[in-house]
């Protein structure tokens, strides 16, 4: 036989040992519950959002002053 068709048959049978123990490894997960309360992060959650530093001159939308009378349009 030729080099390349071992080559083949062997690369083969490898991807259908790895499909096999893939297949065996979620069935195991899929047996347990799959989806479980905890989602296994760890360590503390902190929701408030990151406080950016802007160079001076630049705000951020909604920290701009609001002005209630608009500014006139000039044609």
Same mark, same amino acid.
């Given at each position: 036989?030729?080099?390349?068709? %071992?080559?083949? %048959? ?6 259908? =040992?790895? =499909? ?7 069935? +195991?997960?899929?047996? +347990?519950?799959?989806?479980? #309360? @905890?989602?296994? @992060?760890?360590?503390? /959650? @902190?929701?408030? &959002? &990151? +406080? %950016?530093?802007?160079? &001076? ?11 209630? =009378? &608009? /500014?006139?349009? #000039?044609?």
């Amino acid at each position: 036989m030729s080099s390349l068709v %071992i080559d083949l %048959i062997l690369c083969g049978l490898a991807y259908v =040992i790895l =499909i096999y123990v893939m297949a065996t490894m979620t069935k +195991k997960s899929l047996k +347990k519950g799959g989806r479980s #309360e @905890d989602d296994g @992060d760890g360590g503390v /959650e @902190d929701f408030t &959002p &990151p +406080k %950016i530093d802007l160079p &001076p001159g630049v705000q951020w939308p909604s920290d701009s002053p609001k002005s209630r =009378i &608009p /500014e006139p349009v #000039e044609y």
